[in-house]
T-cell receptor, first 115, second 112 residues
Framework: EPEVTQTPSHQVTQMGQEVILRCVPI?????FYWYRQILGQKVEFLVS????????KSEIFDDQFSVERPDGSNFTLKIRSTKLEDSAMYFC?????????????FGNGTRLTVT | DQQVKQNSPSLSVQEGRISILNCDYT??????FLWYKKYPAEGPTFLIS?????DKNEDGRFTVFLNKSAKHLSLHIVPSQPGDSAVYFC???????????FGTGTRLKVLA
């Protein structure tokens, strides 16, 4: 069964450094998402992406965050200058159709630790 | 602003019995609902969904019920198995939008 893959599985970085989290969505999916989960808390929506542009973003997704689909297969999340509170599990997801029509399929996440 | 709530943080059930996980929502624009199961160190795994035009959807041991007037949905697992022990999240979305809102999760423990 096709799956969403994320790399790396764990990333440790120092505060103020830039990080790029990578994802390969399911190949015939058209909608792409990033969510995050701070330890023990809810799964929070960050951003959705369709047709090479951001469709929707949350208030968490400020100017320090950006997303890109550079080559038609990868989908990346960049955090420009990491803060301690960015430490979380970051999940990439993809879906065939938009919300309200098809489920999200998630990768296994990248654990980001900011020291 | 918690639009999707799971008021029970944990639930323990004996193997073979029914597990009932509950979820409430406040936004009447939601018209598509999903349940996910999550094991530690893994991403959420899709289990079952329901559209607001239905009040029940069944897939094997999993059944989701939707009560639109009460803005409530539930997931029934029958019979429960030890491998069902995980955190369960409900999520809600609106057609034509581009996000799902997740609840806070319920940790299910199925006792052998």
């Amino acid at each position: 069964e096709p799956e969403v893959t994320q790399t790396p599985s764990h990333q440790v970085t120092q505060m103020g450094q830039e990080v790029i989290l990578r994802c390969v969505p399911i190949s015939n999916h058209l909608y792409f998402y990033w969510y995050r989960q701070i330890l023990g808390q809810k799964v929070e929506f960050l951003v959705s992406f369709y047709n090479n542009e951001i469709s929707e973003k949350s208030e968490i997704f400020d100017d320090q965050f950006s997303v890109e689909r550079p080559d038609g297969s990868n989908f990346t999340l960049k955090i420009r200058s990491t803060k301690l509170e960015d430490s979380a599990m970051y999940f990439c997801a993809s879906s065939r159709d938009g919300a309200g029509n098809s489920p999200l399929h998630f990768g296994n996440g990248t654990r980001l630790t900011v020291t | 602003d918690q639009q999707v709530k799971q008021n029970s943080p944990s639930l323990s059930v004996q193997e073979g019995r029914i597990s009932i996980l509950n979820c409430d929502y406040t936004n009447s624009m939601f018209d598509y609902f999903l349940w996910y199961k999550k094991y530690p160190a893994e991403g959420p795994t899709f289990l079952i969904s329901i559209s607001s035009i239905k009040d029940k959807n069944e897939d094997g041991r999993f059944t989701v019920f939707l009560n639109k007037s009460a803005k409530h949905l539930s997931l029934h697992i029958v019979p429960s198995q030890p491998g069902d022990s995980a955190v369960y999240f409900c999520a809600a979305g609106t057609s034509g939008t581009y996000k799902y809102i997740f609840g806070t999760g319920t940790r299910l423990k199925v006792l052998a």
